[in-house]
């Protein structure tokens, strides 16, 4: 690597003849400019210009498990705003709602969303897709419900067994995909 300077978005970096464009950079008419604040890396070995941010953004990408509370229920998905990313404290600078398709539920088959989710739940869920729209799974036995509320007297459920839950003031019984798990969780 053979130079290293600050930067500002629009910033002309480097010839497309030299550098091709990699990450915080761009390429237009033959030039590669800065997308981002930070520090530009000339790479000769692999002939790369790229911005390196001190404070990148946080973006989701395919693999990333977020926590998300289940918004709306149709028969064939559930759409989910998404509060955070796993294991960073950051705010999340993309997309923030999601669609679990019925699919990609669980690893049972089910025909109907309304079986496994419900409104309000918090899941924590597995990004699938970010283009053109934000595609979540909980499949896997660590994804799935982590915190639920009875929907009749609003008091916490108790998980008592591998899909049920129990509302102890109500005693009345639901069923969930639930992650492994559920009731362990500690949200701050």
Known sequence: MS????????????????????????????????AQIGTL????????????????????????????????????????????KDGTCRRIGSETYGTIHVSKISPDYTDDVSKELRKGDLVRAMVTGVKPSLQLTTKDAHLGVI????GKCKSELVRKGNKQLFCPKCERNS??????????????
């Not at 915190?147 to 009875?150: A, E, M, N, Q």
């Not at 069923?175 to 701050?188: F, N, P, Q, S």
Request: with cysteine; hydrophobic share 35%.
């Open 3 to 34: 130079e290293k300077k600050e930067v500002f978005p629009g910033d002309e970096v480097a010839s497309e003849e030299e550098y091709l464009a990699s990450e915080g950079t761009f390429a237009k008419n033959g030039m590669v400019y800065a």
């Open 41 to 84: 890396v000339l790479d000769d070995d692999d002939c790369v210009a790229k911005v390196i941010s001190p404070n990148p953004p946080n973006i989701l990408k395919n693999g990333d498990v977020v926590y998300a509370t289940i918004g709306d229920i149709r028969k064939t998905m559930a759409t989910a705003n998404v509060l955070a």
């Open 147 to 150: 915190r639920s509320y009875c």
């Open 175 to 188: 069923y969930r995909k639930l992650a492994d798990d559920y009731g362990d969780v500690v949200i701050e």
